[in-house]
């Protein structure tokens, strides 16, 4: 394969990436079909290959659509235990961000509803909502027609009913919304905590270290306020599960505000707030260390905020 050949590949490569993101909540799972389309790239006839960027989002779509439908990955989401994985800001894996529809469906909240929908439809709201691919568009990758496209999409639609994320988090946005729920949470006053969550508000988490056998959830604002003032008090059973005191940082993960549980500069947790309005409408909390390594990987690239807490 020449280098123009190869450099046109590369130059897709993140928003190829991005999709397989997108459809499969994983980054190691989209880093490995990327992968694979390239080498069905290198394989294929460019003289058959009339609009390259077409034909690789054909390729990569379903890819990562045989992946979700494989007996393995089915295992894998039903088993309880599966969320999707985290991305720090700017992670490229994250793709674009300057609609709402956009920062919507690459937030943990979506990605964990996206489970609800059958790969087809999943395939046609990331392509649309995300990407802005038009139903002949989407119809061709998919071989589907485009009638079949406008009634996956309102399905999807349907079955993805959160309030989108209208507004765009950044790096001081976050520091203020999780020094307030730090300070609410650490004060022992559960009354100051649950005024910071809508009346809906709900958790989940795979538990300290990541070690739950299923995924725990929190059904009910008490329940929750409840589950972070008990997991933001040190203990040493959780200290030495840690490994250490973690610092606590505020960062953006997914479009979204969160804590960063940081040791030696590696994370070993993070929680995630899901923002509705002025208020936290849910939390995600992730220790399992492989759902961690890429957040540590790019938390160790760049330069970091003052902890909120030096040593938990």
Not at 89 to 113: F, H, I, Y
Not at 229 to 237: E, K
Request: aromatic share 4%; net charge neutral; proline share 5%.
């Amino acid at each position: 394969m020449d280098s123009a050949t190869v450099e046109r590949f590369e130059a897709s490569r993140n928003r190829l990436a991005s999709i397989a993101y997108r459809l499969l909540g994983s980054a190691a799972d989209a880093e490995d079909t990327v992968q694979d389309a390239f080498l069905r790239w290198q394989a294929a006839d460019p003289a058959f290959i009339e609009v390259p960027e077409a034909w690789l989002t054909k390729i990569v779509t379903n890819l990562a659509l045989d992946r979700l439908r494989s007996a393995k990955a089915r295992h894998e989401r039903a088993v309880g235990t599966w969320m999707p994985e985290p991305l720090l800001d700017g992670d490229p894996l994250l793709g674009p961000a300057d609609t709402a529809e956009q920062r919507e469906s690459v937030t943990l909240a979506v990605l964990a509803l996206m489970e609800r929908l059958s790969p087809v439809e999943r395939a046609v709201y990331v392509l649309h909502e995300a990407f802005a691919y038009r139903h002949a568009e989407i119809a061709e990758i998919l071989d589907i027609t485009v009638a079949a496209s406008q009634q996956h999409l309102h399905r999807a639609r349907g079955r993805i009913t959160l309030a989108r994320n209208t507004t765009r988090i950044d790096q001081a946005g976050a520091r203020r919304i999780v020094e307030a729920f730090v300070d609410a949470a650490s004060s022992g006053r559960t009354d100051q905590l649950i005024a910071l969550l809508t009346d809906d508000a709900t958790g989940i988490s795979d538990g300290v270290g990541g070690t739950a056998t299923k995924l725990i959830l929190f059904p009910t604002p008490q329940r929750l306020a409840r589950a972070m003032q008990a997991g933001l008090t040190p203990t040493p059973a959780k200290r030495r599960l840690a490994g250490g005191s973690p610092s606590i940082h505020a960062v953006v993960v997914n479009g979204c505000p969160a804590m960063a549980f940081t040791l030696d500069d590696r994370i070993v947790g993070i929680a995630i707030l899901e923002v509705r309005g002025d208020k936290v409408a849910g939390l995600r909390s992730i220790a399992a260390p492989n759902r961690l390594l890429r957040l540590t990987e790019h938390w160790q690239r760049r330069e970091h905020d003052a902890p909120l807490i030096e040593s938990w």
